[in-house]
C-alpha cells in the first residue's frame, strides 16, 4: 500500500480483489463536439487526439472487436491470466450516437471474454440523463467508469483553453453519473495557460469535495501543432511551463489535498516524445511517481 495516497493500482484491487487489470483503449470513431460544430470548433488549445491513443489502438476503421483482440493479444503475450477494461478514450464516446447505438457498442464490448468493466472518456457537458441510465444498467452487471475531462475549476481557464463548458457542467454530470452508482474519475490539467500551480492545487482541492472516485492528473504539454503551439511559439505571456523540480512540488501538494477515499491514478501524460515541444521530461509515469515519492518521504521526514 502506498502511504501517501490511494494508488491506481490499490483501487482497482478493492474492486477487483485478486486480479490483475490492464486498461485498453478502443477508439469507437466518436468525433468531438468541440471540434464538429455542436459546441465549438477548432477543439481544445491543446488537443491533438493522436498524442494520446497507444500504437495498438489502430482507428475506427478497424471495428472495436477487432481493437480489442488487437489489444488483449499486445498485453495476454506477458500476462496470460490478465483481465481487461474496455476503454472507450479517443474523442467523446457519449457525442455522435444515439443511447441505442451507445448502447450497442458498450454491450459488445462488455460481453468480450476476459473483460471485466468499461471505462467511457467524455465530456461533463455530454452525458445526457438517458445516456447515464444506460452506463448505470449495464454498471449493474459489470463496473463501468466514467473519465470526465474537467482540467480546470477555473472558468476563465476553461474559457481560455476553448473547452466550450464551465466548471458547472463538470460538478452537475459528476452529481448525476455518481447519483446512479457510477464511478467517476477527473481529468485535470496542472499549468493551463493563465493559471499558476496554486491554482491547479485550488481545482484539485474542489474536485476533492465532488462525489469522485479518482482522479488523473497531468502536466500541461505543448503538442507540436496545436493552437498552443502557435500561441506558445508567438511568446504567449500567460503560457508558462513549470520545471521538473516545480511540478514535484505541485504533485507533492496535490497529494495531500486529495482525500484518501479518492484514488490518483497518475501524474504525467507521456505523448510520443517527437510531438512535444515543451516540457521535455522525457520521464516514463513510473520514473515521475519515484521521484515523486522521493520528494513525499523527505517532506514528511522534515
Ligand atoms: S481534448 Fe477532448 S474535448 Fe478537447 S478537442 Fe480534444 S477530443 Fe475534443
Known amino acids: 500500500m502506498n502511504p501517501f495516497y490511494t494508488d491506481y493500482s490499490e483501487y482497482l484491487g478493492g474492486i477487483f480483489p485478486g486480479v490483475k487489470v490492464q486498461k485498453i483503449s478502443v477508439d469507437a470513431g466518436r468525433s468531438c463536439p468541440n471540434r464538429d460544430g455542436t459546441i465549438g ?28 483482440a488487437k489489444g488483449k493479444g499486445f498485453f495476454a503475450r506477458k500476462y496470460p491470466e490478465m483481465k481487461y477494461l474496455v476503454y472507450f478514450q479517443s474523442y467523446t464516446f457519449t457525442h455522435g450516437a444515439s443511447t441505442a447505438e451507445a448502447a450497442e457498442m458498450v454491450r459488445t464490448a462488455i460481453g468480450t471474454e476476459n473483460t471485466v468493466g468499461i471505462i467511457i472518456g467524455t465530456r461533463p457537458d455530454c452525458v445526457p440523463d438517458e445516456m447515464l441510465g444506460m452506463l448505470a444498467g449495464f454498471n449493474r452487471e459489470k463496473p463501468v467508469f466514467i473519465e470526465f475531462g474537467a482540467e480546470s475549476s477555473c472558468d476563465a481557464t476553461l474559457g481560455r483553453i476553448n473547452r466550450g463548458h464551465t466548471w458547472a457542467d463538470t460538478t452537475d454530470a ?13 481529468h485535470l490539467i496542472a499549468g493551463l495557460p493563465g493559471e499558476t500551480l496554486a491554482d491547479a492545487i485550488e481545482t484539485v482541492k474542489k474536485s476533492g469535495e465532488l462525489p469522485i472516485d479518482s482522479i488523473k ?20 505571456a ?9 511540478y514535484v512540488d505541485f504533485c507533492a501538494e496535490a497529494v495531500d489535498a486529495v482525500p484518501r477515499h479518492i484514488a490518483i491514478e497518475r501524474f504525467l501524460s507521456q505523448a510520443p516524445p517527437d510531438m512535444v515541444e515543451a516540457p521535455c521530461w522525457r520521464l516514463k509515469n513510473y520514473q515521475f511517481t519515484d521521484i515523486l515519492m522521493k520528494r513525499l518521504k523527505e517532506h514528511r521526514s522534515y
Open 174 to 186: 459528476v452529481r448525476r453519473a455518481s447519483s446512479l452508482g457510477i464511478r467517476c474519475g477527473l
Open 41 to 68: 470548433r477548432g477543439g481544445c488549445i491543446y488537443c491533438d487526439n493522436r498524442s494520446f491513443t497507444p500504437g495498438y489502438c489502430s482507428g475506427s476503421n478497424d471495428g472495436i472487436l477487432s481493437q480489442i
Open 238 to 246: 500567460d503560457i508558462r511551463i513549470p520545471s521538473l523540480e516545480e
Open 217 to 236: 492528473l497531468h502536466q500541461l504539454q505543448i503538442i507540436k501543432g496545436t493552437e498552443l503551439w502557435r500561441q506558445w511559439k508567438d511568446g504567449a
